[in-house]
């Protein structure tokens, strides 16, 4: 059993904490920090945690603590990691590490010279979709990923801080590009190094200083491309899909909205549809069990894991970090609309990757380009002749 220290009691609090007390879960949240007295009373009882308060340091320092996890507005996570680093607990932070890589680099050295456990709770890398199909390409069924594209959008968030981009670090690029940069570089190989970026983004609709849809492409050192697709300012609920394609397959996802859960409602007394949801009466898309597939589940049990088998989770602070500098990269490529380069502290993945081709032969004298079958049921393939370089179409 792990005991933990939850800080914060909003949106993340809430849904982190129904999936570590989920089910017949042994791990328990025994302590848990909110400004407010009242909500974190409340919180506390809702969901059966002994301990409650309002200074962060009480709940960190608690002997009985083996955990802390960070679910509060994104320029707090510092001084709570540095607070967990301090009383020597394993940490998990939220998305986004920081409001910029200086800040993630800044909190990676910390945990790694306190030598504490760290996790990056990116949770929409460990949904079951997501999963299952990372299995696959792992497998070579798609054959070598050549681009990832990932999509976030919703109407906008729920709470004022988001929208301060000096709380924040930013719009809808640092609030959910997180997520899509992540999803994509999973894909594509965590080992291969992000190279440059192009991102547009604009504040089409809310009024905000910060962007409300941002878009924007990541190419890795291999070739392959990264496209993430984010936005404050899309109506009808919460998208969230995922499309990698390879050499040889692809894969086309949707982990929420549009799952295959449909239902009608003239009354619309079910109150709570799911995250983002713009209506409860019509046709509704409610989610079977949200924490189950936006990830939580898989997720923490993997950090858990982890830490009892001193092992690395499949996402850490260096993971975060990596992620802020390439959202540091899109900020730099909306002003100037050039390509940018990730400009990284340090590169912990490999130096050499191989090239993406997948040529494949025909017979001694030509290379295969593409083989087909028509309508009118004729087969063709066309061939690149190897020594001419000449390109011939015939039909078989
Ligand atoms: N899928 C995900 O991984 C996911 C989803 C939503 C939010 N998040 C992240 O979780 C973090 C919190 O987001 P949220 O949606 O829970 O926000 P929220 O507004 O719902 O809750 C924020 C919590 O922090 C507390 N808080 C706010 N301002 C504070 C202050 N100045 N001092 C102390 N406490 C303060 C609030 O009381 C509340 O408990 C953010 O970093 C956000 O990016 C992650």
Not at 82 to 94: I, P
Not at 167 to 192: P, Q, T, V
Request: with cysteine.
């Amino acid at each position: 059993m792990k005991k933990i220290a939850m800080l914060g009691t909003g949106l993340i609090g809430t849904f982190y904490t129904m999936s570590l007390h989920g089910l017949r879960s042994r791990d328990r949240v025994i302590h848990v920090y909110s400004r407010s007295g009242e909500r974190v009373k409340k919180f506390a009882q809702d969901f059966n945690i002994p301990k409650w308060t309002t200074d962060l340091k009480t709940a960190v320092s608690d002997p009985e603590v083996d955990i802390v996890v960070v679910g509060l507005p994104n320029n707090l996570h510092k001084d709570a990691i540095v607070a967990s680093a301090e009383a020597g607990k394993a940490v998990l932070c939220t998305k986004p590490l920081a409001r910029n890589a200086d800040e993630a680099w800044e909190i990676l050295k910390i945990v790694e010279k306190a030598g504490i456990f760290h996790g990056y709770l990116e949770d929409l890398v460990y949904t079951p979709k997501h999963l299952k199909a990372y299995a696959s390409v792992e497998k070579g069924a798609i054959g070598k990923v050549i681009w990832a594209r990932s999509r976030e959008a919703h109407p906008g968030p729920h709470s004022d801080w988001f929208w301060k981009p000096e709380i924040s670090g930013g719009g809808a690029l640092i609030d959910l590009g997180c997520h899509c940069i992540e999803i994509a570089r999973h894909f594509i190989g965590k080992d291969i190094r992000p190279v440059e970026v192009m991102c547009w983004a604009d504040t089409q609709v809310h009024p905000i200083e910060a962007e409300d849809h941002a878009i924007g492409l990541v190419r890795y050192a291999n070739g392959a491309i990264g496209q993430f697709e984010t936005g404050w300012s899309f109506r009808g609920g919460m998208e969230l899909k995922d499309e990698v394609s390879g050499t040889d397959g692809s894969i086309r996802m949707d982990n929420f909205l549009r799952t295959g859960f449909e239902m009608f409602s003239a009354p619309g007394k079910s109150g709570y549809v799911a995250e983002k949801a713009e209506t409860e009466t019509g046709w509704i898309f409610p989610v079977g069990d949200e924490v189950h597939e936006l990830g939580y589940n898989h997720m923490f049990a993997d950090m858990l894991d982890a830490i009892d088998n001193a092992t690395k989770p499949l996402e850490d602070f260096y993971d975060g970090y990596i992620v802020n500098e390439i959202m540091d990269a899109c900020y730099r490529s909306i002003k100037s609309k050039k390509w940018e380069k990730v400009e990284l502290k340090e590169w912990r993945g490999r130096d050499k990757v191989e090239p993406l081709s997948a040529f494949r032969e025909y017979d001694d004298k030509y290379w295969l380009v593409k083989e087909e079958t028509l309508a009118d049921k004729r087969k063709k393939v066309i061939l690149k002749d190897k020594k001419t370089g000449d390109i011939i179409q015939k039909e078989v």
